[in-house]
């Protein structure tokens, strides 16, 4: 049997915003599944506050770890109010009320996520990026100190794709993505984690992960790693083969 992941040790502290970074099928989103607590792993445990996450109820997993999936479909003929709206669940018991509190915490949430005005239209009528945010407003109505998403920024303009990581990384809570945009897990998470064929190669810091020959192993193009003159961010630019070589011969000529 092949297995997604392999030999994988690491511990997060609170307020770590980690980026998952690795090529396709590497296995961030097993990982993070795994993380969820939605797939149990066959070998080893995850701990959340040194407790296995299978001793946690299902409402006590929601109350800690909200979780963003890559793909999600729309809920039909629900207002943007009303999914943000599903992630008081985890608080609530059956058929108790919103509170004007609820409601705050709701249009809150949809005001960081720039979908305030949009609060009473229905979830078909949204664009990718308007219902990704939608569901990162609805994870931050669940309070969880936990948040995984999983490419947060696919489907997002680059306005939104700055603006919900900034508001990903303001919130002061643990959060764990999976990214395919190295430059923008450089600029935002405080550390990376590294996959490859669902083994950790390297986790640390965006300067000690992103090194110029380990990123040209893993995802198999020449690279180049350069930091920021002003901001000192690492700016990962990779070439295609050809250019590489072109550029080298040019350089020896
Ligand atoms: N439900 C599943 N059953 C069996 N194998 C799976 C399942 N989901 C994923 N895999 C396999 O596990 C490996 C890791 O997949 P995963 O989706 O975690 O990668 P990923 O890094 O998130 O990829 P991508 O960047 O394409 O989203 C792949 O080989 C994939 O084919």
Request: hydrophobic share 45%; net charge neutral.
């Amino acid at each position: 049997m092949h297995a997604a992941l392999a030999e994988i040790s690491l511990t997060l502290a609170a307020n770590d915003f980690v980026g998952i970074i690795g090529p396709n099928g590497a296995g961030k989103s097993s990982l993070l599944h795994l993380l969820s607590g939605q797939v149990m792993p066959t070998v080893g445990h995850v701990l959340l506050a040194g407790r296995p996450l299978h001793r946690f109820s299902a409402t006590q997993l929601a109350q800690r770890i909200a979780s963003v999936a890559q793909i999600n479909v729309p809920a039909l003929g629900l207002t943007c109010w009303q999914v943000a709206a599903m992630g008081l669940l985890p608080h609530k018991k059956w058929f108790e009320h919103e509170t004007d509190r609820d409601r705050q915490q709701i249009a809150m949430a949809l005001e960081h996520v720039g979908l305030f005005d949009k609060q009473q239209a229905t979830t078909d009528t949204l664009s990718g990026g308007e219902l990704q945010r939608l569901y990162i407003a609805r994870a931050l109505v669940q309070q969880a100190s936990i948040l995984l998403l999983d490419e947060p920024t696919n489907h997002l303009d680059v306005q939104y794709q700055h603006q919900v990581l900034q508001l990903l990384q303001q919130l002061g809570k643990t959060v764990i993505c999976s990214m395919h945009d190295l430059n923008l897990a450089a600029r935002y998470c405080n550390k990376l984690l590294l996959l490859h064929e669902g083994r950790v190669q390297a986790f640390g810091t965006p300067e000690q992960v992103l090194q110029p020959d380990l990123l040209q192993q893993v995802f198999a193009l020449p690279c180049e790693v350069t930091v920021h003159p002003t901001f000192h961010w690492r700016q990962v630019t990779f070439l295609a083969k050809d250019m590489f070589y072109t550029k080298a011969k040019q350089a020896v000529l």
